[in-house]
């Protein structure tokens, strides 16, 4: 595996017990992989990187990972994801680690690495970000990071988006971190306060499907593709179907008006093209690599359902795995299932002029 000059702390500390066999199991995995992925975007891609302050640090840098890419239970195999994990939320048991919203927050950090963007003179902006946990990780390892949200608003104010987080931030942080490096903010998506070029990196995690209407998406789409400066990095994580399905953003906003809400809600679920045209389009942004679209079978074989009624149940009967979904209801006496999906990760840069 070709490396880069960037070493992570968590890479070093996955393969400290036995580096050669971690490594080479990782290695032999990844080969499995390429045999059911699409094999043309395993290769990882140089991106060209800088930072306005220090042009001397205008490089390329080359990507370790596939990040454009659905979570796939496989992805938790990898000792750097696995240590990236325990580090962001530590005290997981190995079975609660293989949940997506962890994949998450290791596709994120793990890419913001490879981009030299885990530095002390690095400004993240985060949108929708809620409480979110790798507010704090990050915290404690750049200069300074500005979490913005509708906070005490909407179906997730008294949740994710509870008010508190605006005065008192400390009080979500599972451990201790760097208090003045955190800044929480009440804001709208649709419109971020801030100059255009203005951060060196941002994101959004399982968020933008809440955004609103498809023009809603777009235009927070756009402007965190605005916020960002040239040779910046941004990650946006959000759901998306397996294979193919005819539920386009135009079908989904009707079925959830002709059902009430009941199908779908009033939250989207993007088609793999949904995601290039209604968010990937919008930023005005670079994919740092192609969309890798198929997921290992293994990945669905515990199926998370979310029923009416806020219910959750899975055809494996157990809570974990945690990375295939789908929705199942009953409309009157025939009971009805989506297609399935899961979390898919966008990572992108924005080019030099
Ligand atoms: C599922 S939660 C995710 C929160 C957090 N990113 C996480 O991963 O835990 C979705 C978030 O999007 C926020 N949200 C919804 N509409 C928004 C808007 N117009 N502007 C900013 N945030 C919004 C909600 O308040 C909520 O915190």
Not at 58 to 69: F, S, T
Request: with cysteine; proline share 5%; glycine share 8%.
């Amino acid at each position: 595996m070709t490396r880069c000059p960037i070493v992570h702390s968590a890479e070093v500390a996955a393969l400290a017990g036995d580096p050669s066999k971690a490594e080479a199991d990782w290695v032999a995995n990844r080969n499995t992989t390429a045999r059911w992925c699409a094999p043309k975007s395993r290769s990882y891609r140089r991106v060209q990187v800088g930072h306005p302050r220090m042009s001397a640090m205008n490089r390329e840098v080359e990507l370790q990972r596939q990040y454009v890419k659905l979570c796939d239970l496989r992805d938790f195999d990898d000792p750097i994801v696995r240590a990236r994990i325990d580090e962001i939320v530590p005290g997981l048991d190995p079975a609660a680690r293989q949940h997506r919203k962890n994949w998450e927050y290791a596709m994120l950090t793990l890419f913001l690495d490879d981009m030299g963007l885990i530095r002390e003179d690095v400004e993240i902006l985060s949108v929708g970000a809620g409480h979110e946990i790798v507010l704090f990780w990050l915290a404690n390892r750049v200069a300074k990071v500005i979490a913005t949200d509708i906070y005490g608003e909407g179906s997730f104010g008294e949740r994710e988006a509870d008010r508190t987080m605006l005065a008192d931030p400390a009080a979500f942080a599972p451990y201790a971190y760097r208090e003045a490096h955190l800044e929480v903010r009440h804001m709208d998506a649709k419109a971020l306060e801030f100059p255009d070029g203005s951060f060196d990196a941002v994101f959004s995690l399982s968020s933008i499907e809440h955004f609103g209407s498809r023009a809603d998406i777009r235009r927070a789409a756009q402007e965190m593709g605005r916020i960002l400066r040239p040779g910046g990095g941004a990650f946006i994580a959000t759901e998306c179907f397996l294979g193919r399905s005819v539920l386009t953003a135009f079908v989904q906003e009707a079925f959830s008006r002709g059902t009430g809400g009941r199908l779908f809600g009033s939250d989207r679920i993007f088609t793999p093209r949904g995601l290039i045209s209604e968010i990937v389009e919008p930023t005005g942004l670079q994919l740092v690599q192609p969309l890798e679209k198929t997921v290992s079978p293994e990945s669905g074989a515990n199926v998370i359902e979310l029923l009416s009624d806020k219910r959750v149940a899975s055809t494996g009967g157990v809570d974990h795995p945690h990375v295939v979904l789908r929705a199942k209801r009953n409309l009157g006496r025939v009971g009805i299932h989506t297609q399935r999906w899961t979390s898919v990760g966008l990572a992108m840069t924005k080019p030099f002029e």
